[in-house]
Nanobody
Framework: QLQASGGGPVQAGGSLRLSCRFS????????MAWFRQAQGKEREHVGIISGNGDSTYYVHYPFDISRDNAKSTVFLQMNELKPEDTAVYYCAASRRGLVGSLRYATTSYDCWGQGTQVTVSS
């Protein structure tokens, strides 16, 4: 299971840090990702991090993705937020050993969090 938190309202230029707590398995065995979905748009990837935390992929600038395997938690640090960053943000987990473009495909992920709303006002 995944439980996301940390969303909320923020003014443009501000920062937020999202967290996603994992339970029900060995966290380090899972690649973790953040996706977002704005109203009326398709879900898109924001960043992916490997199970051991050594590698990150397709991270939306100027955001940063990280993880703490001891706490079974993945983070998304969002900086310089813009109104167009307004969306529901989802964390996702995959144990498939993703490579290449599979990393940012929503169908590659087996488990999803409930989503947390981020609203950026101008």
């Amino acid at each position: 299971q995944l439980q996301a938190s940390g969303g909320g309202p923020v003014q443009a230029g501000g920062s937020l840090r999202l967290s996603c707590r994992f339970s029900g398995g060995t966290f380090s065995h899972y690649d973790m990702a953040w996706f977002r979905q704005a109203q009326g748009k398709e879900r898109e990837h924001v960043g992916i991090i490997s199970g051991n935390g050594d590698s990150t992929y397709y991270v939306h600038y100027p955001f940063d993705i990280s993880r703490d395997n001891a706490k079974s938690t993945v983070f998304l640090q969002m900086n310089e937020l813009k109104p167009e960053d307004t969306a529901v943000y989802y964390c996702a987990a995959s144990r498939r050993g993703l490579v290449g473009s599979l990393r940012y495909a929503t169908t590659s992920y087996d488990c999803w969090g409930q989503g947390t709303q981020v609203t950026v006002s101008s």
